[in-house]
């Protein structure tokens, strides 16, 4: 019976204008739309005034009822004031089946027609499901290739939002999203990123959130990259630059997934059999090695990766190009050009010869505009530091007039023949040369007692005036004139008489060597003395041994003893001998001094009590003091005789130019 008495209402309300028009039936406040999360308690709000009819609450056009109760509908109640006209719809722990659409109605009266509320949306939110990747916790990728990564999160309402995290950093660009239908008013996000991997994603965290109104908090999940790619070459050189002549190892260092690797070298390009490890040495590089490429390949199962050094050796410079000589006219510019190679490359410096002025770097050096001035040998010096350096010479040629570079007095002896000299030193080098005097011209040929004759020297072209038996009238001015393709010059050369020494600077000359000569004489006369007075001084005693035919006389018949004080030699025991030394000597006007010396250096000393050997003819000598305990008293007459003696001896066997030794 309630539920056909709601049907009424409901028809009798259906043909009524939305919003009555009655005058006295009317809203003071319409229900707004609300959204809640399930489970939460919602409120649809709804005033009438001067009600008249039924009041009651549809959803989704379908009439809930007029009792504030509501039957059939435990957790819906109508509250408020009656009296003021409030009916408001209360539901309570909502769920997803309280989602739709609601209106406040009044019934029609017999004068007053029914009335219609906005309709008011009310919206329940469901929170989805996690958040899943579909490839797992560990996606493998290839670095370079596309891939596809799905995240998705189902059954949430409104359906979840998916966004992608890398390193923090949330992917914008690549981002697919689209949503399924779950059924009963759930819905699936679904979000697909599309990777383009690099190397250097490996191991990083892909990481995908999901949120919706219904979520007090993100929900997350994570999946790790695994980028296989082939191998991230870098090539090294220890030392980075090479001095000429030493060694140098190449290192190829490589980062792949997976991660065997294996190696090959190449040099420019051409592989270097059995070179296949990580390490390529090379040894006595030179300086042709210079700038050579060398290549490491490194493969692995995904593919070959390779990288480049080019080998860099420290040479000092050489030269590649050199214009030994430039050629130019005066007026004109000029380029030296002087190129070097060097490693580093060097620095190259311009100088003219004899100066150290820096005129400029580089390559080339260039005169806008040139005169004669310019012409001389250049120096480029190319320095490459702790290489060394090295240099060429450029010699600039400056075209011009004529330069005559001889003296502008020029002298001859009255009487005697006289040379006039006129010297052309520049280039393009002379057509003709002249001279010209008292109305005369000669260019070559002999005009009277004047010659003239033209010849190539070191440093351009020589003409010689030539006088015979020069003459006062000749001591005058000449005139050198000469031509070449750019212009002629002239100039006047004066011969003059040459001057006699004169009588005083001779004299003078002469006196100042005589006096000389005296004073060296004098300094060695006085050396020598001095010399002599000295030896004759350490000289206490003499003893010469006599060897004949290798026989040693008695020491009694060969032995002299100068006393300078005579006295001592009445002494029955002598003072001991000084330490002796032994040399062998010879006469020098004996004719075989040189085969009887021809044994070399003298032999050692032998000490006091020893014996000496010759060893031409192998005779011994001993030591005469040996022979004596104290030396022999001799008398004055005795001395005298044995000096005699002695002396005589000597005489008679100089003819036979006798080996001696003596010892001092």
């Not at 290192?251 to 592989?271: F, H, I, L, M, T």
């Not at 050489?318 to 214009?323: G, I, Q, R, S």
């Not at 450029?394 to 006039?420: C, H, K, M, R």
Request: net charge negative; proline share 6%; hydrophobic share 30%.
């Amino acid at each position: 019976m309630r539920l056909l008495t709601t049907i009424v209402a409901s028809l009798a309300l259906a043909g009524l204008v939305a919003r009555g028009s009655a005058q006295d039936q009317s809203f003071r406040e319409e229900p707004d739309s609300v959204t809640h999360r399930e489970g939460e308690t919602a409120t649809l709000r709804c005033a009438i005034d001067n009600v008249a009819g039924i009041v009651q609450w549809t959803k989704d056009n379908f009439a809930l009822g007029s009792d504030r109760e509501l039957p059939g509908y435990p957790r819906f109640t109508i509250t408020g004031d009656v009296n003021r006209g409030e009916y408001n719809l209360v539901v309570q722990d909502t769920l997803l089946e309280d989602d739709g659409t609601y209106q406040c109605q009044a019934s029609p009266t017999e004068t007053q027609q029914g009335i219609r509320s906005q309709n008011a949306q009310l919206t329940i939110y469901l929170p989805p499901d996690d958040p899943v990747i579909e490839e797992g916790s560990s996606v493998s990728v290839i670095a370079g290739q596309p891939k596809n990564v799905t995240c998705r999160a189902d059954n949430g309402k409104p359906a979840a939002t998916l966004t992608w995290w890398k390193d923090g950093q949330e992917i914008t660009e690549g981002v697919t999203y689209i949503t399924e239908d779950a059924g009963e008013k759930r819905k699936n996000g679904v979000s697909i990123l599309t990777l383009n991997p690099s190397v250097d994603d490996h191991g990083k965290v892909l990481t995908c959130r999901s949120n919706n109104p219904a979520m007090d908090a993100n929900k997350e999940t994570t999946t790790q990259l695994n980028v296989e790619h082939t191998p991230v070459v870098v090539v090294q050189s220890n030392p980075p630059l090479v001095e000429e002549g030493s060694s140098v190892s190449l290192s190829c260092e490589s980062r792949a997934n997976p991660g065997e690797v294996n190696y090959q070298w190449k040099k420019d390009g051409v592989v270097l059999a059995g070179e296949n490890g990580q390490v390529l040495r090379l040894n006595n590089v030179r300086r042709e090695d210079n700038l050579q490429v060398f290549t490491c390949d490194a493969t692995n199962a995904v593919g070959t990766n390779s990288a480049n050094i080019t080998l860099s050796v420290q040479y000092g410079p050489e030269p590649l190009k050199t214009t030994e000589q430039v050629i130019v006219d005066r007026g004109t510019s000029a380029t030296l050009v002087c190129q070097w190679s060097g490693n580093p490359s060097p620095t190259i410096m311009w100088t003219k010869k004899g100066s150290s002025s820096v005129l400029g770097t580089g390559d080339t050096l260039t005169f806008p505009i040139v005169d004669q001035s310019h012409s001389g040998a250049y120096e480029c010096t190319a320095v490459v530091p702790g290489s060394g350096e090295d240099s060429r010479e450029v010699v600039l040629v400056v075209n011009g007039p004529p330069i005559i570079s001889s003296f502008e007095v020029q002298y001859a002896s009255s009487g005697a023949e006289g040379q006039i000299e006129c010297l052309s030193s520049n280039s393009p080098p002379p057509s003709r040369m002249a001279w010209t005097w008292n109305g005369i011209m000669l260019d070559t040929g002999t005009e009277g007692r004047f010659t003239a004759e033209q010849r190539d020297v070191h440093g351009g072209r020589l003409s010689v005036l030539t006088v015979s038996k020069v003459q006062a009238a000749d001591f005058a001015d000449y005139n050198c004139t000469v031509w070449n393709r750019l212009g002629l010059t002239s100039k006047i050369i004066t011969l003059r008489q040459k001057e006699p020494l004169p009588l005083a600077a001779i004299v003078g000359g002469a006196v100042a060597g005589l006096v000389l000569i005296l004073v060296i004489v004098l300094l060695v006369f006085v050396f020598c003395h001095r010399r002599r007075k000295k030896q004759g001084a350490s000289n206490e005693s003499i003893t010469r041994l006599e060897v004949r035919d290798g026989q040693e006389t008695p020491p009694k018949e060969k032995v002299e003893i100068i006393h300078r004080d005579h006295e001592a030699a009445k002494d029955k025991v002598p003072p001991p001998p000084p330490q002796r030394k032994y040399y062998i000597t010879a006469d020098y006007d004996d004719r075989d001094y040189s085969s009887k010396t021809s044994l070399g250096a003298p032999p050692p000393w032998t000490p006091p009590g020893g014996t000496y050997q010759d060893y031409k003819n192998g005779n011994l000598y001993s030591n005469p003091y040996n022979n004596y305990s104290s030396y022999p008293a001799v008398s004055e007459h005795s001395y005298e005789r044995a000096s005699i003696a002695s002396r005589a001896s000597r005489a008679s066997e100089a003819q036979k130019k006798p080996r001696m030794m003596t010892h001092v």
